[in-house]
């Protein structure tokens, strides 16, 4: 199975700050990585697939990069709205997500 | 607009089953996948596996295989998850998703999510 981590497990940021999460695989995976954003008490919402393509709807102050065992989600500007907990996910080989990020106010 | 409608929140006593239901409506039901996907209190999110509503086939994830059925009733577009054998460690919120299928790429990703339905189980 393939084992996704992500970095740091949590952070604090203010409003404008420019946020970049982590996330490894445990094998390559080319670019099959999706990011998804969930809110206390609410579904995830899907932000970014295949490593960088923005979901529809999606503000442009999200991003993603990355290939193979490497990526990284970039929030340019970090807006109130922004603070959540922050998933990425394998689409290789079944789904595998990864353990999740939480942004939180400093 | 696409919508996944889930059903109502679950008490169980451990040793029993739940049967979580899960209801599209806004597109193709058929023209998806539907994957299951839990979340523990205060945890992380795991998915449980997938289904084609269209041809009915399934794919579990390791953990749960033998445990969890999926099926599906193509004439009111809705899905079911049932997870049988329940333990305290199943107390979670049950969520579906669509799968979107990029047939060019191979990229998979779930595009809506339902609402979640909270299964607690409890003696």
């Known amino acids: 199975d393939i084992q996704m981590t992500q970095s740091p497990s949590s952070l604090s940021a203010s409003v404008g700050d420019r946020v970049t999460i982590t996330c490894r695989a445990s094998?390559?995976?080319?670019?099959?990585l999706n990011w998804y954003q969930q809110k206390p008490g609410k579904a995830p919402k899907l932000l970014i697939y295949?490593?960088?393509s923005l979901q529809s709807g999606v503000p442009s102050r999200f991003s993603g990069s990355g290939s193979g065992t490497d990526f990284t989600l970039t929030i340019s500007s970090l807006q109130p709205e922004d603070f959540a907990t922050y998933y990425c996910?394998?689409?290789?080989?079944?789904?595998?997500f990864g353990p999740g990020t939480k942004v939180d106010i400093k | 607009q696409v919508q996944l409608v889930q059903s109502g929140a679950e008490v169980k006593k451990p040793g029993a089953s739940v049967k979580v239901s899960c209801k599209a409506s806004?597109?193709?039901?058929?023209?998806?996948?539907i994957n299951w996907v839990r979340q523990a209190t205060g945890q992380g999110l795991e998915w449980m596996g997938w289904?084609?509503?269209?041809?009915?086939?399934?794919g579990y994830a390791q953990k749960f295989q033998g445990r969890v059925n999926f099926t599906r009733n193509t004439s009111i577009s809705t899905a079911y998850m049932e997870l049988s054998s329940l333990r305290s460690e199943d107390t979670a919120v049950y969520y579906c998703?669509?799968?979107?299928?990029?047939?060019?790429?191979?990229?998979?990703?779930?595009?809506?999510w339902g609402q979640g339905t909270l299964v607690t189980v409890s003696s």
């Open positions: 295949a490593a960088s």
């Open positions: 996910q394998q689409s290789h080989n079944t789904f595998t």
């Open positions: 289904m084609n509503p269209n041809s009915g086939n399934t």
């Open positions: 094998q390559s995976i080319s670019s099959y």
């Open positions: 998703a669509r799968g979107y299928y990029d047939i060019l790429t191979g990229y998979q990703r779930g595009d809506y």
């Open positions: 806004g597109y193709t039901f058929t023209s998806y996948d």
